[in-house]
């Protein structure tokens, strides 16, 4: 079971990154696009890097305190077997407590 678990959650961790990674990638040649196509036109585009922000996601509800304590007993439970590194547990146990 605990390989399960750290499994599963390294595939959300990677799926995370990954995703990130992927629309960052997206917006800047998205932006390169637009200036060679303004290039093109005859008149010079502001870089993408001074375009507004995309506008941030809709928040998701805040948990409960219950759903908070009992995430982190199983952060704690992890840690004990040694699915997570201390390092992991703190970064974890932060976002947890953060939100």
């Given at each position: 079971?605990?390989?399960?678990?750290?499994?599963?959650?390294?595939?959300?961790?990677?799926?995370?990154?990954?995703?990130?990674?992927?629309?960052?990638?997206?917006?800047?040649?998205?932006?390169?696009?637009?200036?060679?196509?303004?290039?093109?036109?005859?008149?010079?585009?502001?870089?993408a890097a001074s375009?507004?922000?995309?506008?941030?996601?809709?928040?998701?509800?805040?948990?409960?305190?219950?759903?908070?304590?009992?995430?982190?007993?199983?952060?704690a439970t992890l840690?004990?077997?040694?699915?997570?590194?201390?390092?992991?547990?703190?970064?974890?146990?932060?976002?947890?407590?953060?939100?």
């Open positions: 079971m605990p390989g399960l678990l750290r499994g599963v959650a390294r595939t959300a961790v990677v799926a995370g990154t990954a995703t990130a990674v992927s629309n960052r990638v997206s917006r800047r040649q998205a932006g390169r696009w637009a200036q060679q196509d303004a290039q093109q036109a005859g008149y010079y585009a502001e870089p375009a507004p922000p995309p506008a941030p996601a809709a928040p998701a509800a805040a948990p409960t305190r219950e759903e908070k304590l009992d995430q982190l007993k199983d952060l840690k004990d077997q040694g699915v997570l590194t201390e390092e992991e547990f703190a970064a974890q146990k932060a976002r947890i407590l953060g939100s």
